[in-house]
């Protein structure tokens, strides 16, 4: 207790609220700019166990918004890493580190075992799939998103609204920090406050973050935000699935407009998705890198085609050889 003296005096945590952490679940996805904040402070605050899931090893270029991780851990996995440095942080909070990829085929199953869910991945891919899951099995999910000079974190399902029901469309292209740039305190905030939203939910702490964005813009200085509590889901929301879930009997599309190799796949790009007829397929699997480009094209064929459509991110390690 006495390690978490400081907390502890607060009226929100106390004794009670202590054991409340010690007994916690959170799964974290994503060990980068955002999971490093948010898995120590939440290690910090004595949350019992912490699963960390990123497939991704430490490069040179992640440690200026990456500090937990050191020049001596180029080219190790990012969770392993991770999970050592909390190890000397807090030997008594268990980190289960996981070198994988975040996958609808797994999602499940990882959220099933957890109290609360953070989303630090940079992906559109996994940030519906995670969305999906917890609404599925009723967790709440941290998501969070920084970019350049700003970001934001909020608080969905578990009884809130989903992720799909604050982001119903999403942009025709998406930019990333090698593109866009990030510094490194701006993902920091954000990772730091998906920690406390993490705290406020396992607490059980009133007003619940759950329902609530949060942004903040370093080149303006300001913060601001949002409740969305009364966002209707969408109609059919377009489910994103593994690799290994693509059936004999579903068309497989490959919406990349670079070279691909796919196998048994035909090739279509986004912009012509309107000559896209299905016939008799008992399912359109839409196919991209990052799913992005696919969500977008189910969208557009949805309008012209009553059937079934299901997402594909070639991230997927079931498929890693593919360009």
Same mark, same amino acid.
Request: aromatic share 4%; hydrophobic share 45%.
């Given at each position: 207790?006495?390690?978490?003296? *400081?907390?502890?005096?607060?009226?929100?945590?106390?004794?009670?609220?202590?054991? $409340?952490?010690?007994?916690? *679940?959170?799964?974290?996805?994503?060990?980068?700019?955002?999971? !490093?904040?948010?898995?120590?402070?939440?290690?910090?605050?004595?949350?019992?166990?912490?699963?960390?899931?990123?497939?991704?090893?430490?490069?040179?270029?992640?440690?200026?918004?990456?500090?937990?991780?050191?020049?001596?851990?180029?080219? $190790?996995?990012?969770?392993?890493?991770?999970?050592?440095?909390?190890?000397?942080?807090?030997?008594?909070?268990?980190?289960?580190?996981?070198?994988?990829?975040?996958?609808?085929?797994?999602?499940?199953?990882?959220?099933?075992?957890?109290?609360?869910? =953070?989303?630090?991945?940079?992906? @559109?891919?996994?940030?519906?799939?995670?969305?999906?899951?917890?609404?599925?099995?009723?967790?709440?999910?941290?998501?969070?998103?920084?970019?350049? =000079?700003?970001?934001?974190? =909020?608080?969905? !399902?578990?009884?809130?609204?989903?992720?799909?029901?604050? @982001?119903?469309?999403?942009?025709?292209?998406?930019?990333? !920090?090698?593109?866009?740039?990030?510094?490194?305190?701006?993902?920091?905030?954000?990772?730091?406050?998906?920690?406390?939203?993490?705290?406020?939910?396992?607490?059980?702490?009133?007003?619940?973050?759950?329902? *609530?964005?949060?942004?903040?813009?370093a080149a303006s200085? $300001?913060?601001?935000? @949002?409740?969305?509590?009364?966002?209707?889901?969408?109609?059919?929301?377009?489910? @994103?699935?593994?690799?290994?879930?693509?059936?004999?009997?579903?068309?497989?599309?490959?919406? $990349?407009?670079?070279?691909?190799?796919?196998?048994?796949?035909?090739?279509?790009?986004?912009?012509?998705?309107?000559?896209?007829?299905?016939?008799?397929?008992?399912?359109?699997?839409?196919? !991209?890198?990052?799913?992005?480009?696919?969500?977008?094209?189910?969208?557009?064929?949805?309008r012209h085609w009553?059937?079934?459509?299901?997402?594909?991110? =070639?991230?997927?390690?079931?498929?890693?050889?593919?360009?």
């Open positions: 207790m006495s390690r978490h003296a *400081r907390q502890n005096v607060l009226a929100q945590v106390g004794p009670q609220g202590q054991r $409340r952490l010690a007994a916690g *679940r959170v799964l974290i996805v994503g060990a980068g700019g955002l999971g !490093c904040p948010a898995l120590q402070y939440l290690v910090g605050a004595g949350v019992g166990r912490i699963t960390l899931v990123d497939p991704d090893r430490v490069e040179k270029t992640n440690l200026h918004r990456q500090p937990i991780y050191r020049m001596d851990q180029l080219g $190790r996995p990012k969770s392993l890493a991770a999970a050592e440095a909390m190890a000397a942080l807090d030997a008594d909070v268990q980190v289960a580190a996981r070198v994988e990829w975040l996958t609808p085929a797994n999602a499940p199953g990882l959220v099933l075992d957890a109290d609360v869910v =953070l989303d630090c991945a940079d992906s @559109f891919a996994v940030s519906l799939t995670l969305s999906d899951a917890c609404i599925e099995a009723g967790r709440p999910l941290i998501s969070g998103s920084a970019l350049a =000079l700003s970001g934001y974190a =909020l608080g969905c !399902c578990g009884g809130a609204p989903s992720l799909r029901a604050v @982001f119903p469309d999403l942009p025709a292209q998406g930019a990333s !920090c090698a593109t866009a740039g990030v510094l490194g305190p701006v993902v920091g905030m954000i990772g730091a406050v998906q920690a406390q939203m993490a705290l406020a939910v396992l607490l059980g702490l009133d007003p619940s973050p759950l329902g *609530r964005l949060v942004s903040f813009d200085w $300001r913060m601001g935000g @949002f409740r969305f509590d009364a966002a209707p889901e969408p109609a059919a929301p377009l489910p @994103f699935i593994a690799a290994s879930q693509v059936a004999p009997d579903d068309l497989l599309v490959d919406l $990349r407009t670079e070279a691909a190799a796919v196998p048994g796949a035909r090739h279509l790009p986004p912009d012509r998705i309107n000559e896209l007829i299905p016939g008799d397929a008992a399912r359109v699997v839409l196919a !991209c890198r990052t799913g992005l480009r696919a969500h977008n094209a189910g969208q557009v064929l949805q009553p059937g079934r459509i299901a997402l594909l991110a =070639l991230t997927d390690p079931d498929l890693k050889g593919t360009s």
